[in-house]
Each structure stands twice: as C-alpha cells, then as structure tokens.
C-alpha cells in the first residue's frame, strides 16, 4: 500500500543531479588541447587533483642533478605539428612503464596512479584517433625529443626512473594546460 501512494521514482531527480553535478564540479571541467592540426578534450584538473595527492605521499627523489622532464625543453620548445606525436609517446611511457611499474604498498596512491593510467588511457585514445586520420604527424623534431627523453630515462635504475617520471608529471601537466 505504501508503494501504491509513491507518485514516480527519484530517478529524474537523480538524472539531473548528476548533470549537475558534473558540469558544476571543477576536476570534471574538460579543456580542449590544440596539438597542431588534432584536438582533443581533457579533463585536466582531475589529472592535476590525482597527481597532487600522490605527489604528497610519493618518496623523495634522491637524484637531483638529472631530469626526464624539463620545464624550459624540449616540451616547450616542440612546433605544434609535433606535439601531437610527442605527447601520444610521452602518454606510452607513462602508461608502458611509469604507471605499470610503480611500486607502493600504499593502496590509496595505487587507485590514484589507476586513475591516472585511466586518464592518460583516455587521451592517448584520442590521440590515437588523429594519428589514424593523419593529423598528428611524428616528424624529425617530436622523434629526436622523445629519443633525448628516453634516454635520460633509460639511465636510471627502473624505479628511481619510474620515480622520477612521476615527480616529473607536473611538468608534463603544466606544458598540456599550455596547449590552447
């Protein structure tokens, strides 16, 4: 008898409150990324909100005096036809052999570096589409950087390596928020 008297379900209400919610939520803002002549949407903040967290509890890189990532180049100094390619390999080193390889027994950093890997799969996916329709071409310039990146990353042990990568993600962040 009780049912009978319920008018309709909050489904339409809960519908709407989501939409709501992920419009007016500020990690759920998505921001378009111009890669030359490709561009895809990201949801940046979330990333950002993510890496913070795991910045916070990560170890402290004990290797100063050599970077995978720099904040003056290559990333910045990358023409717009290849930041499309350097950023879809950058995105594989992270998924390959960052993401997959880092260990903690903290399993509130391994759900946030998953959502990470899930973010970046997500970009990568993107990515992969304008490669596929020929708008991100993987010139000279994009191949010779990510050669010098991985090469620096290459002459770390793997963890350290792996560390450094994920203490070097803001660095990376800050050059795809730069992309507009």
């Given at each position: 008898?009780?049912?009978?008297?319920?008018?309709?379900?909050?489904l339409?209400?809960?519908?709407?409150s989501?939409?709501?919610?992920?419009?007016?939520?500020?990690?759920?803002?998505?921001?378009?990324?111009?890669?030359?002549?490709?561009?895809?949407?990201?949801?940046l903040?979330?990333i950002?909100?993510?890496?913070?967290?795991?910045?916070?509890r990560q170890?402290?890189?004990?290797?100063?005096?050599?970077?995978?990532?720099?904040?003056?180049?290559?990333?910045?100094?990358?023409?717009?036809?290849?930041?499309?390619?350097?950023?879809?390999?950058?995105?594989?080193?992270?998924?390959?052999?960052?993401?997959?390889?880092?260990?903690?027994?903290?399993?509130?950093?391994?759900?946030k570096?998953?959502g990470?890997?899930?973010?970046?799969l997500?970009?990568?996916?993107?990515?992969?589409?304008?490669y596929?329709?020929m708008?991100?071409?993987?010139?000279?310039?994009?191949?010779?950087?990510?050669?010098?990146?991985?090469?620096?990353f290459?002459?770390?042990?793997?963890?350290?390596?792996?560390?450094?990568?994920?203490?070097?993600?803001?660095?990376?962040?800050?050059?795809m928020?730069?992309m507009?």
């Amino acid at each position: 008898p009780v049912v009978s008297r319920m008018k309709g379900s909050g489904l339409p209400l809960c519908l709407i409150s989501a939409v709501f919610y992920l419009f007016w939520t500020p990690s759920a803002r998505l921001k378009t990324l111009h890669l030359g002549s490709c561009m895809i949407t990201a949801s940046l903040r979330a990333i950002q909100s993510g890496f913070s967290e795991i910045q916070d509890r990560q170890p402290k890189d004990e290797i100063i005096d050599l970077r995978i990532l720099r904040k003056t180049q290559p990333l910045q100094d990358t023409n717009p036809a290849g930041q499309c390619c350097l950023l879809c390999r950058i995105l594989r080193l992270y998924l390959d052999r960052v993401f997959k390889n880092y260990q903690t027994p903290d399993h509130r950093i391994l759900q946030k570096i998953s959502g990470l890997a899930n973010s970046f799969l997500t970009i990568k996916k993107d990515l992969w589409l304008c490669y596929a329709h020929m708008t991100c071409p993987c010139g000279e310039e994009a191949m010779e950087k990510y050669s010098q990146l991985m090469s620096h990353f290459k002459e770390l042990q793997p963890q350290a390596a792996v560390v450094k990568a994920l203490g070097g993600l803001d660095i990376l962040l800050s050059w795809m928020e730069e992309m507009d």
